[in-house]
Antibody
Framework: EVQLVESGGGLVQPGGSLTLSCAASGFTFSDYWMHWVRQGTEKGLVWVSRINMDGSSTIYADSVKGRFTISRDNARNTLYLQMTSLRVEDTAIYYC????????????WGQGTLVTVSS | DIQMTQSPSSVSASVGDRVTITCRASQGVSTWLAWYQQRPGKAPKLLIYGTSTLHSGVPSRFSGSGAGVDFTLTISNLQPEDFGSYFCQQTYKFPLTFGGGTKVDIK
């Protein structure tokens, strides 16, 4: 069974930093591209970032480019999202998502971790 | 960025009804379109990808159609467990973008 378990969320002040982790199990982690997607209080889904299988290629939404860094440790089956210069508008549930092999489509989602940026 | 517009924003239907949700892209996305279901307090689940291919384990009462800019998700014979929100997503070009969602209430 595919499992993705996020951790690391919490309350942080504007301008602060936070690193999210996602522990993957139930599949060969190194064979899949991975994403982060967030869902804010307005309930809309927003794609954040994507990383390829060996971590050599990444892409970001314009809203987080230069502030967030996606990475992975295939030996630990773990995906990361380093977030710096956090803004109030970054407040959201952050989901770790696997991309299915073949079409560029996210298939399995973790349960999410809540990040709150507030003073 | 490709904008995705869903309608209606909410719908209330009875068990056994047929429900149709539409999604329009601001530019053509071929058939690179996915649908997700999200129950309250839960993560989204993939229902359909490539416009019309059901994800593993998804009941056959769900179906998808369309191409280009206009797409449809149909739930035939609505069941109580189908309540929740439904989102479309284009997977044609980055950044991947989602529709605003359709909330389905069971009468």
């Amino acid at each position: 069974e595919v499992q993705l378990v996020e951790s690391g969320g919490g309350l942080v002040q504007p301008g602060g930093s936070l690193t999210l982790s996602c522990a993957a199990s139930g599949f060969t982690f190194s064979d899949y591209w991975m994403h982060w997607v967030r869902q804010g209080t307005e309930k809309g889904l927003v794609w954040v970032s994507r990383i390829n299988m060996d971590g050599s290629s990444t892409i970001y939404a314009d809203s987080v480019k230069g502030r967030f860094t996606i990475s992975r440790d295939n030996a630990r089956n773990t995906l990361y999202l380093q977030m710096t210069s956090l803004r109030v508008e970054d407040t959201a549930i952050y989901y770790c998502v696997r991309e299915m092999n073949g079409p560029t489509t996210p298939d399995y989602w973790g349960q999410g971790t809540l990040v709150t940026v507030s003073s | 960025d490709i904008q995705m517009t869903q309608s209606p924003s909410s719908v209330s239907a009875s068990v056994g009804d047929r429900v149709t949700i539409t999604c329009r892209a601001s530019q053509g996305v071929s058939t690179w379109l996915a649908w997700y279901q999200q129950r309250p307090g839960k993560a989204p689940k993939l229902l359909i990808y490539g416009t019309s291919t059901l994800h593993s384990g998804v009941p056959s009462r769900f179906s998808g159609s369309g191409a280009g800019v206009d797409f449809t998700l149909t739930i035939s014979n609505l069941q109580p467990e189908d309540f929740g929100s439904y989102f479309c997503q284009q997977t044609y070009k980055f950044p991947l973008t989602f529709g605003g969602g359709t909330k389905v209430d069971i009468k």
